[in-house]
Structure formats: structure tokens, C-alpha cells
């Protein structure tokens, strides 16, 4: 099922902002469900910048719990990064706290509570954050759709149970999937059109394999970072975190389904009215952003990841660890001078996929012969899959690097690493 939503959309001027969690009421599925929603929404505003431009954004805690945000895929300073313990202090309720970073790279990103995230994300705190580039390529329409599940109960309220099972194997899925368009759906789209998609997996643990019907184009960028060579448009695997942006010419009414698990699943639609003269211009790839230049790995790791029902046991008291320890260390997995290049093999040993996620860098996933894939921030693993990386470490402070299926998080895929 659908659920259109023109979210409140900022003017490229303004990054003055204010971010107000809250008790909502969201319609969902014929349900009106208490969910949580910043300033009043699900999802939240969307913020849109303009390349190079400051944020100054004041998180305003109306919750009555504690609150935190995170920037996720945006280079910020350590201090704005949203992490507990590691950058800053929770913000507790009626307390206020002031974020102010700038936005040296265009893409899509998105912004999340990352307190007790596998529930406040669950609920509805999250957001799309889009930089657009100095000279975006001209669409017609520019689109967020945001994939997001939900688990409902028979009353067709917020599941509040947690249960244990949830967090040994694939995460809790939720029973109601809704994609969140905003803003094209208040504009009309024809068929010829050319749109510009940004879809987003704000999901606390689902995994989608998303198909586009309708649209004749090109993948031009993975978690925000445009690729040197746009792809040709198959269905999308989209892990929670990652973003994918496509570029297309409107051939029908544009239906998004998702194919990772065994039934083809419907997600939802564009539908478009009346039609024109497709553009004849080609789809190039993005302008790409300033990222730092990899050097000979410094420093090369490995990290295991391990735990969840059916797998060899582990030194870690979570369900899940990494290299035998489960949750945040003392120590960080690794610390790094300021500028090295880091070559981390990651291996999945369990018998779940999972999608490791690096804050305040993006990392290339290398292939089996040790060529640079795409660019990405969070990098997906199959069971029994090894991936490496490789990451130019310049942000100096402490990061988060964590399984971003958020029950994974929450019961031990979670370490850091310093830098600097
Ligand atoms: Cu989007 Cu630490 O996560
Ligand atoms: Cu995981």
C-alpha cells in the first residue's frame, strides 16, 4: 500500500531549522497509529541544501525519553555526528540541542534518531537530507521515496513487543509496507517526463530488492555518491540505510515492487496523467564530489561478524558481536593517524545478512580482485560473504561502525573506530 505525502519542503535558502520530535498520529495502512514523527510528521521534514552550504539545525526534545540525531552519510564534524556516548550526550526531554555542519558533498542522505534507534527509527523518526549540486541535471521532477515497513498489531497499533527472535535472526519485519513519495505526488507527472528518484531505506531491518516499472533510465548514484558510470536500471537491492538515485524518463505510471523475499511484494506508485515529448537528452552521470584521493593502505583489518541463532558461539554477551565483542568497546576496533587508508575485510560468519554502515566517511567496496566498486557508506553482506573496503580515514574523531539493521545494532553489531 501507498501513503502519499508532499513533505514539507525547504527552500535551497533556508537551513535554519528546527527539529522537534514528538507523539503523532500517523495514518497508516486505514489505521490512524500512534507513531513518533518530527515536527509533526512521518516522515519528517525533508531538507533540502544546496551543495556547500551550512546547516544549523536545533533539535527541539519533545519526546519523554531522551533524543539524539544522526546525519547519515554526511562528512560532518564529530562533535554533529548524533552518536550517544561516543560525540555527545542524549538530549533529554525539553532539552534542546544545536547542530551546525556544512554540506560538502550533493547526494542523498538522511537524517535518524540513533537513540535506541531499532525503536525510535521503528516509530517514525527519520528524514530525508538532500544536497543538491551546484548544477543539478535538469528533471522535471525530483522525488524522495522513502521505503518503510512497519509492524502493526491486530488493533492496527505500533507492535510494542519486542521479541527475543526479532533480534537473533533477519531483525524485526514489519507486517506493513508503505512508500513515502514526497512531492511529486502533488505535482503532476506525465508520461515523457524526466524524474530524478531518490529512494531511501529509512526500514529498521528489512532488505528490498526494488523494481521500477514505468521508468526508462539509468542508476546514477549509491548512497549519495554518484557513479563515475551511470548502470543500467535493474532491480535495486536496497538494505536499510543505503540510498539509490535514478535518473528516468516516465514510460506509464511508475510502480515500485520489491523482490527479496519470496513473493514479489507491491510497494507502491507514481501514477502520471497526460504526456509529452520524452527529453532527448542522454542521462550522464553526476558531477561527482571532492572526495579525498586513497593512498597505499597503512592499515589493513579484519573484522568477523558473528552471533544470531544457528551460528558458532562468540566471546561477546550480546546475540551478535564483532571480532568476539559485542556492543560498543573501550577500546575502538582501530585508531588511525588522521589521513590513513584503511583496507578493512569484513566477513559475515552468521547466517543472516547484514549492511555495515561507517559514520563520517564513504568507502569503496573493492571486488574479488581488488578493483574499486562503487562508493558507498554502508555496504551490504550476504551470509557467508566477505567484502573489502577501503577508506581514506581524514575525519578526525570517533565513529560509529555498526550493522545498520538496527536490532542487529542493538544487541552487539556495534564498534568504532578513531581517527586522528
Ligand atoms: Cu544511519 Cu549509526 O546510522
Ligand atoms: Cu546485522
Redesign the pocket.
Known sequence: MTVALAGTRLPAATHELILAPQSIKAHLAGYDVSMLGFNGGLPGPEVRMRQGQTARITLDNRLEEGALVHWHGLRVPNRMDGVNVLTQDVVIPGDSYRYQFGVPDAGTYWYHSHYLSYDQVSRGLFGAFIVEEQNAPAVDHDIVVQFFDVLLDQSGQYDEGFNPAHFATE?RIGNTVTALVSNGTSKNVRQGDRLRLRLINPSI?RVYRVGLDGLAGKIVALDGMPLAQPQTLEPILLAPGQRCDVIGDATGPIRFDDSFGERTLSLGEIAVSGSREPAKAPITALPANRMPAPQDPGQTAELV?QG?AGSASHNGTGT?ALNDVSGLPRTPFLSVAQGTTARISIRNE?G?????HLHGHHFWELDAAGEAGPYRDSTYLDTGETRDILVVLDNPGSWMLH???L???ADG?ATWIRVG
Open positions: 531483525g531491518d561478524l544470531g551478535w552468521t543472516f545478512p547484514h549492511v555495515m550493522c545498520h539493521m536490532s542487529h545494532q553489531m
